[in-house]
């Protein structure tokens, strides 16, 4: 067992740190990586992707990626492409200032294209995911045409088509008014507050 893993880990690039390593190699059913901002946990997350299709052979469309951020999503797709590309040509063009989003889509498309495994991986931010599971899942509960209620009018990142036009204040608004219009309800809630 020992050997195997001493096997393992040096196929794992050099750069990362024991505990990275350690991370990468895990095999059993968690592992918790903490660290600070900027100590490499995304790397270790990549490595670990990377890690378990090519010495695992996990097919890729097995590997679920969840963000908070529709930003760190992205960066993890491109740092994925720039590493299948095997230098920095990808990551200094993807993250040129003079790049439009426009543009920065359709070169993250084609790169995409020529590498397949990459879109085969699931890498999605935890409301896409969760708002995917529910549009495709949710049908005999749900009527789809359910909305996404959020604290702001914009919607979380990436999510403005599918938020609902009203935040959570401005619903419980409305619906307290409506309420408030049958007497025996409006005495019962006054109950309820005072006691």
């Given at each position: 067992m020992?050997?195997?893993?001493?096997?393992?880990?040096?196929?794992?690039?050099?750069?990362?740190?024991?505990?990275?390593?350690?991370?990468?190699?895990?095999?059993?059913?968690?592992?918790?990586?903490?660290?600070?901002?900027?100590?490499?946990?995304?790397?270790?997350?990549?490595?670990?992707?990377?890690?378990?299709?090519?010495?695992?052979?996990?097919?890729?469309?097995?590997?679920?990626?969840?963000?908070?951020?529709?930003?760190?999503?992205?960066?993890?797709?491109?740092?994925?492409?720039?590493?299948?590309?095997?230098?920095?040509?990808?990551?200094?063009?993807?993250?040129?200032?003079?790049?439009?989003?426009?543009?920065?889509?359709?070169?993250r498309?084609?790169?995409?294209?020529?590498?397949?495994?990459?879109?085969?991986?699931?890498?999605?931010?935890?409301?896409?995911?969760?708002?995917?599971?529910?549009?495709?899942?949710?049908?005999?509960?749900f009527?789809?045409?359910?909305?996404?209620?959020?604290?702001?009018?914009?919607?979380?990142?990436?999510?403005?088509?599918?938020?609902?036009?009203?935040?959570?204040y401005?619903?419980?608004?409305?619906?307290?008014?409506?309420?408030?219009?049958?007497?025996?309800?409006?005495?019962?809630?006054?109950?309820?507050?005072?006691?």
């Amino acid at each position: 067992m020992a050997k195997a893993r001493k096997q393992n880990q040096s196929k794992l690039p050099a750069s990362l740190s024991n505990q990275q390593a350690k991370a990468v190699i895990h095999e059993g059913r968690r592992v918790l990586v903490l660290a600070g901002a900027g100590a490499g946990k995304t790397r270790t997350l990549l490595e670990k992707i990377i890690f378990l299709i090519q010495e695992k052979q996990v097919k890729p469309r097995e590997i679920l990626a969840i963000t908070f951020t529709k930003n760190a999503a992205t960066e993890m797709i491109d740092r994925l492409i720039g590493a299948a590309e095997d230098r920095f040509d990808y990551l200094q063009k993807i993250n040129e200032k003079d790049l439009s989003d426009t543009g920065k889509r359709k070169l993250r498309k084609d790169m995409l294209s020529r590498h397949k495994w990459i879109g085969r991986l699931t890498v999605r931010t935890f409301h896409s995911l969760c708002y995917s599971i529910m549009k495709t899942y949710g049908v005999k509960v749900f009527d789809n045409r359910f909305r996404i209620l959020t604290d702001s009018s914009n919607g979380p990142e990436g999510m403005t088509r599918i938020s609902a036009p009203e935040n959570q204040y401005e619903i419980m608004h409305k619906i307290l008014i409506k309420y408030c219009e049958d007497r025996d309800w409006l005495l019962r809630f006054k109950r309820y507050i005072i006691d």
